[in-house]
């Protein structure tokens, strides 16, 4: 029983903790500046993702790289089948 209240103590002090911490951040604001704010993180949000583009190219890699393999995987399905005989591998 002990161990429930001390883990319920710690919660609220936890809790506590962000709430003062994240509380009235926007409560505060007007509206401009709140406008002002989504802007900036839109921006950010941004930029990092393009600087991941740049410092992690191998994922545009891997998008070629299939992109190539189902335009052969569309091109050998196309319905042209090899023709067999003389110019075709040897069969056993």
Same mark, same amino acid.
């Not at 161990?3 to 003062?20: D, H, T």
């Not at 992109?67 to 050998?76: D, G, H, K, P």
């Given at each position: ?22 509380? +009235?951040?926007?409560? $505060? ?12 993180? @839109? *921006?950010?949000? /941004? ?20 992109? +190539?393999?189902?335009? $052969? ?12 005989? @003389? *110019?075709?591998? /040897?069969?056993?």
């Amino acid at each position: 029983m002990t161990y429930v209240i001390a883990l319920a103590f710690l919660f609220f002090i936890v809790y506590g903790i962000v709430k003062a911490a994240i509380g +009235r951040r926007y409560s $505060e604001m007007t509206e401009e500046e709140f406008e002002a704010e989504a802007k900036r993180s @839109s *921006a950010m949000g /941004a930029a990092v993702g393009s600087l991941q583009k740049v410092i992690d190219p191998v994922h545009a890699v891997e998008h070629i790289e299939k992109q +190539r393999q189902r335009i $052969e995987a569309v091109v050998t399905n196309s319905g042209d089948r090899p023709e067999t005989g @003389s *110019a075709g591998p /040897a069969q056993k």
